[in-house]
């Protein structure tokens, strides 16, 4: 079942950083009025009828925990960052939202995140190379499944695809916050964090 912040509804989005994070500026808060839906990976693994294939952009949020790990990785073998994030309390829990994406067909690309095999996923292959690099085929499938289930996927459908990229490119090219697993166009954050990045994720099976 989705969570109460569903279409139509106000979502305030707060800046700020997950432990783990360095932080030596002052932070800016900022309202974004949204149309958007929420929905727990979980639950539509199995099942995407819900989705409809229209393109539109969309974001990953991951459980505070979880992203604190991520990032904690990714700043001992990227360098160490100033991190400025998305964050969300859904139900009792504080979610981080490190990657943002379009598509053409959502239905498709939710489903490719949640069940494709490494090889047809970016973001599934660079959450294996972050996380479990050097696991077996089938226990890092496992294993990033269960990291999926875990987190939210926001998306909003949009007329064209043109949309959608002209949305992701004001959002990757925008300085209030970052988004740490975005590797195309992403000037949220230094080059030298893209290129530890992509050095982790192309040692990855593809």
């Known amino acids: 079942a989705r969570t109460s912040l569903t279409d139509k509804k106000i979502h305030v989005f707060f800046c700020s950083i997950p432990s783990g994070c360095l932080l030596n500026k ?10 958007t839906e929420f929905i727990k990976a979980c639950n539509l693994r199995g099942s995407f009828k819900t989705i409809r294939e229209c393109p539109g952009w969309y974001r990953w949020w991951f459980p505070e925990h979880l992203a604190d790990d991520i990032l904690s990785l990714l700043n001992e073998q990227c360098s160490a960052e100033i991190l400025t994030l998305r964050t969300q309390t859904i139900g009792d829990d504080k979610y981080v939202c490190l990657y943002v994406g379009i598509s053409k067909n959502l239905h498709d690309r939710v489903r490719i995140h949640i069940e ?10 660079t959450l294996r190379a972050i996380l479990v690099p050097n696991s077996p085929e089938h226990q890092a499938n496992v294993y990033i499944n269960k990291i999926i289930d875990s987190c939210y996927w926001e998306w909003e459908y949009t007329d064209t695809k043109e949309q959608a990229e002209n949305i992701e490119c004001e959002e990757l090219s925008q300085l209030q916050f970052d988004y740490p697993l975005n590797i195309k166009d992403n000037e949220t954050i230094s080059s030298n964090w893209i290129r530890g990045l992509k050095k982790i994720r192309n040692k990855s099976v593809k």
């Open 26 to 35: 002052s932070i800016n808060f900022k309202i974004l009025i949204m149309a």
């Open 116 to 125: 494709g095999p490494f090889g047809s996923s970016t973001f599934r292959r």
